[in-house]
Each structure stands twice: as C-alpha cells, then as structure tokens.
C-alpha cells in the first residue's frame, strides 16, 4: 500500500512528532541502523526512549539501544578540522561529513487498523524515524481500566502511561530487582498497591523491614503511607514484635506466634546456608522427630547427658552432628514469638481466615526482621502450610468452581536466601515457582542479587521488574531467556539510581523503560484514601478557585 499525500500519512500515523532521522541499515536479529537528520540533537537523546519508523504498511514500535557518531571520511577521525576559530565550518561537516547515528531495536508492529503484534520484519531503507507519540504508547499499552493498572510513564512522555495487566501479573511469579538503594520496595509497594485496588489477588507479605504496612520514612524525610492506610478494609497487619508496633503506633490485627512443636525438620532446610546447617545435621534432625514426635525440639533443647547417651546407643545419630545441630537450634530461644503453646490461637489459621474474606496480610517482622535465621524460618513455615491448604482446596474444587480460594501472591525479600540453587528444590518456595499457578499460589520476590537465585526457578518468573543493576552476572540473570538481549543490557546498566525501571515480561507486551509514578497524596487519591485536615481544606480551596477564580475563598462558614 503507497501513501500518495502528507494527509493520508497522517490519518494512519495519527500527530506527528519531531523527526529523528531515517532507516539506513539493519538485521532483524540485530536491530536497524538510523543516520540522524542534521537538524536532530543528538544529546537530547538516550537509550530506552521509544521511536517508531512509519514503514508502508504498518508501525514499528522500536527502543533505542545504542548512540553513536558517524562520518563519510575515516580522514576526519584523525585529522579533525580546527573548529576553534571558524563556527561556520563546524555547521559545514555538522550533519553532512559527520553525523550522529542511533541503534534501535523493533519491539512490536502496530498495523494499519491498530492491532500490535510480534516483530516477523524490517521496514526497508530511508523509511522515516519519529519520536513516539502519546498515542503511539497508548496504541501498544492501552488504557487504564479494571484490569491494567499504571505504574509509571516512558522516559521523556511524562504525560503518557505504562499500565500492566494485572491477570498476567499475578498468574505467574513477579521479581523486582536493582542495587540497594534503586527504591525495590517503592515499587513493590506501587504493585502491591495495585493488586489490592484492583482485586487482581490477596497477598501475604513478609515484611522483613515494616516497609509495607504502616507509615515510613522515605529517603526523603518525609511519611509515605502504607497499605494498611491506603485500605484500611482490604488490608490487615500481623506481627510478630507487639512492642515494636506499639512504639511505632501501629495497632495490629494480629499477634503471630508459633510453636516449637510445630517447626518440622523441612523447615531447617531452608536454614541449611543461613545457619550453616549440614546433611549430617539435617539427617539428625529427621531421626529425632521419628523417635521423639513433634516435641523433638524442646526435648533435644532440655536433654541431660545421659538422655544423649542413650540416644546415640540406639539411633545412627553422630555425636557431633547432634550436637552442633543443639548448638544451632539455641538460636532459637532468643525469638519471643517461639513459645511451648501459641498465644491468640492458631496463627496460619488466622491469616488463612483473611484470605478467603480477600483480605491482604502484611506481617510485620519488628526487631527480629535483622535476624535472617528468623525471617526465613517463619516465612517458610507459614508459606509450607498455607500452601498445602492451597492444594487441599483446589483438589475438593475441581467438582465445584465456587469453592476455589482466591488467587494468592506472596512476597518475600533477600529471595535468593530461599531460592538459592542449593536449596530451592528443597523449600517451598522453590516448589511454589516451579508450579507457575497451578494451585492458584504465585511469589513476588524482591532482591539485588538476582544472580545467586536457581536458574531454574528465575525461567519461571513471568514478570520482572528491574531497577539499576551495575554487576554484569545480575544484569545477565534478568535477562536471561529474554529476545533482543543484548540492547537491552545497555538500558538496564544506564538507568537513574532512583525512580527508573525497565519492566519485561509476562505483564506487558513488551519491554518499557519507566519513570515510576510517584508514591504521593495523588497516588493516595487515585487508591480511594480519604484526604484529612489541612490537606482536605487546601483541595477544597483549589477546587473553588478553578470554579469560581476566587484566591481568598476558604470555604463555608
């Protein structure tokens, strides 16, 4: 199909944007090629901003990966003209002789009746390159709506929004990942907070710092709310530490403890690096809850020497395994939440009850979230058993749909502790990854160190989300699995240490760097949290003056 006028190009193409350059080379496998108009400055570009080449037939959405200068005379890279004195002739070689090129990689097709679809072909040569256009991104992201939820704007189109599919997003395993200090719990509370608004799932979140719950302070000094105050209906807080949330002035809904009994042999497994559990040591532990039943751990704690003796003149048990494993399980006795009998009932049942009312849990972990040994223990233990009542109920499900439990992620911090390749066959949350969401049970798992989690179980995380990464063997985990690879090593390496991302994945259709949306009273509206006070009065006051143009009104009397 040929365009025979400007107003035939523009009734396909929509507005059009400032003109970059045109199509000069390229591979499907590689990307194109784009010489750079004179008049285009090229440090106003950057990787990761979005162009689109108007082929003759349909749109290429493509990002830009690589910026370089270009010449027609190898002569002038060695011999380069004396531009000190003469400005004219610096225009003269300045788009001609020199000139600046860009790399850039096709990501979809967008056709003439605005379907988006794979890249399966190159525009030809001199076809036209353009700044993307708000409608550009909203044609391959679409709008806003139940069920696509915005988390931020492309780099540069501030005014423009990247939504994510929320279905897709909570069907498989999400990961957040950047260096300390990229803001991974700004934006898992920015996706958390978007799950709960739009009831995509129930989440159950470890919340090993108090990051999620209540109130904290931003790297800017200032109070930005948590989930409990955002949806104080949809949301509750459990703890583990009462003194720690009272100190803080959270009221929790529940305080979680545990007992000893409960803790099973599987449940040191995932101790096994954090702990410095050995086989040896875990085999004493299987044999001790056989002969001793489910108070294996209170009796090993209160044994005599002669209750050892006899032990070892009866079981394989090595002496040495025995008793370093006691030594390692001491550790123990300095949680208050590890008790002979639970206090407040059955924690799992509780969170389980929230659950199936749609109800997210966020639990606290106080104090004990710097013990590592603690944060892992407990959320394994909860996660082990709350799955298996998952599995429990999608069995007696399958004759009756009513009966099916919500769709649940749960989301654990410091991930590659649990999901490290030595051990993420043996912890449920391994186990969890693998089943994609067969039992309706998804991880959202938050770390800098995406290259210490299984290979295995990172091919399974459908969506990813990953702030600044500068170690080369982390950047290659994200992308591990992932078409056009290598341009996209050189956005994730060149993102700001603070607000910026590139998403990828199942949850969108295709890569996007963002500018994560601010985490502010706006973000606060747009989530149905009332405005209290001064705040509610000076939104009053800004609503009168654009009806009425009045400064000075200050309300009703």
Known sequence: MAYKSMNDLDAFFGPRSPRLGVVTGGSLSRGLDVKLDPETDIEDLAVGRYVVVHGRNRRFFCMITDIGLGNTNAQITLTPPDFQNNAYLREVYSGTTAFGTVHIAPMLTISENGEVGPVRTIPPHFQEVWTATEQDINDVFGDEDEHHFNIGAPLELEDTQINVDLRRL?????????????????????????????????????DMHNDYGWEVFNEDGRRDKGLKQ??????????????????????????????YSDIQPEDLSALRQTMDLSDTMLDAAYTLRRRQGKDWIQWLLRATSEDIEDLL????????????????????QRFGFLTEHPVGG??????????????????????????LEAYILVANYLTRRIREHYVRQIEASLGDEAKQPPQLVITI???????????????????????????????????????????????????????????????????????????????????????QAIVLGHAVPM???????????????????????????????????????????????
Do not use: C
């Not at 990942?177 to 799950?195: C, E, N, V």
């Not at 109800?359 to 106080?366: D, M, N, R, Y």
């Not at 601010?518 to 654009?546: C, I, V």
């Open 230 to 259: 955002l949806f104080p209906d949809k949301v509750s807080i459990f703890t583990l530490d009462d003194e720690s949330s009272k100190r803080r002035g959270v009221r929790p809904d529940h305080v979680v403890t545990l007992a």
């Open 511 to 557: 890569p996007v760097v963002i500018k994560s949306r601010p985490y502010d009273e706006a973000f606060y509206q747009a989530m149905g949290a009332p405005l209290k006070g001064h705040k509610l009065r000076r939104a009053a006051k800004k609503s009168s003056r654009s009806l009425y143009g009045d400064d000075d009104w200050e309300g009703f009397g």
């Open 413 to 499: 911090e410091e991930a590659h502790k649990f999901l490290d390749p030595m051990i993420a066959r043996q912890t449920i949350f391994g186990t969890i990854a693998r089943e994609l969401r067969k039992y309706k049970v998804t991880l959202l798992v938050v770390d800098q160190r995406p290259s210490a989690i299984d290979e295995e179980v990172m091919s399974q995380i459908g969506t990813r989300v990953t702030a600044l990464l500068d170690n080369e063997r982390d950047i290659n985990a994200v992308l591990m699995g992932v078409s056009g690879a290598g341009g996209l090593r050189e956005v994730l390496a060149r993102l700001d240490t603070r607000q």
């Open 170 to 206: 909570t069907e498989r395993s999400v990961g957040v990942f950047g260096k300390s200090g990229t803001g991974k719990s700004y934006l898992t509370r920015i996706l958390l907070a978007g799950t709960i608004a739009r009831g995509a799932a129930v989440n159950l979140v470890f």
């Open 346 to 371: 059955d924690s799992v049942q509780a969170i389980l009850d929230h659950i199936q009312q749609g109800i997210s849990v966020i639990l606290e972990f106080g104090r004990y979230g710097n013990a």
């Open 313 to 332: 003149a009866h079981t394989t048990i090595n002496g040495a395994a025995l008793a370093a494993l006691t030594r390692r399980l001491e550790r123990f």
